[in-house]
């Protein structure tokens, strides 16, 4: 069962044996996963090449950027709870960033909390894999800064709504059957990485800032993407990340 699949036995292997001995470049990370967002910063901000996350059908460029006086790495990562919970593991140990902001966007299970509001998570559901590999097997994961990053969000007068979200693997299995379930246990929206991530970072006592933008709508009768390019690929998200940047 997947649920038997966390230990703390020592590990067969890890980064050191494909990337060397640990860099420390910096402390804080931006996780982006629009490529419109990532190539405006490469464009707008210095930045040096930390190192590559390598794969066998190809490699992910991690940098250290400066911004506004800060170093802050970043890199546009996999999606996905597996991939995107990896790349944090690759992206310390290029980088030695052991703070991470994460964004992204999110199907709305709850238009009417949502509309108009950025989703800070308290809790993500594990309908994922990677999740049971860090954490002990429970329904729920908490988010552990949803505090810190509200209390950003209050003082830069940024509409916002908390509450639960739902992390799953399967993007085509979002069924009517578990959208009541999710949304009937408080759950806001439906991501694809929060859970996996916030394991990772739990297991390694490392810190996640996240924070979501919904775009498509699954609560109503007639399923509305209409939002989702935006919810991507606007470059508030950005902005709103560095601001939390200066705070952490």
């Known amino acids: 069962m997947i649920t038997d699949a966390f230990d703390k036995s020592e590990v067969l292997f890890g980064p050191k044996d494909f990337y060397g001995e640990k860099k420390n470049l910096c402390d804080k990370c931006i996780i982006v996963f629009s490529e419109v967002i990532f190539e ?3 464009e707008t901000y210095e930045h ?7 794969c066998c059908n190809g490699v992910t460029a991690v940098y250290v950027f400066e911004i506004e006086g800060m170093k802050i790495a970043g890199y546009l990562s996999h999606i996905g709870s597996a991939l995107a919970g990896s790349d944090v593991i690759d992206a310390n140990w290029l980088t030695g960033a052991d703070k991470f902001i994460m964004f992204g966007s999110a199907g709305s299970l709850d238009s009417n909390a949502t509309d108009g509001k950025f989703v800070i998570p308290t809790a993500a559901y594990r309908e994922d894999g990677l999740s049971y590999h860090y954490a002990a097997p ?18 830069l007068n940024l509409p916002s709504v908390t509450g639960k979200v739902w992390t799953t693997d399967a993007i085509y299995r979002e069924t009517k059957a578990k959208l009541e379930a999710r949304k009937n246990e408080g759950c806001l929206a439906v991501e694809m990485e929060l859970a996996g991530v916030q394991a990772v970072c739990n297991f390694y006592e490392w810190n996640l800032y996240d924070f979501l933008a919904t775009g498509d709508v699954l609560d109503q009768a007639v399923y509305d993407v209409s939002g989702l390019a935006d919810a991507n690929h606007n ?5 709103i990340a560095i601001e939390i940047a200066k705070r952490i």
């Open 40 to 42: 405006y910063m490469l």
């Open 48 to 54: 040096e090449q930390a190192g590559v996350i390598r």
């Open 138 to 155: 429970t329904d729920y994961i908490e988010i552990k800064n949803t505090k810190a990053v509200k209390e950003i969000f209050d003082e």
């Open 235 to 239: 470059m508030d998200k950005l902005y």
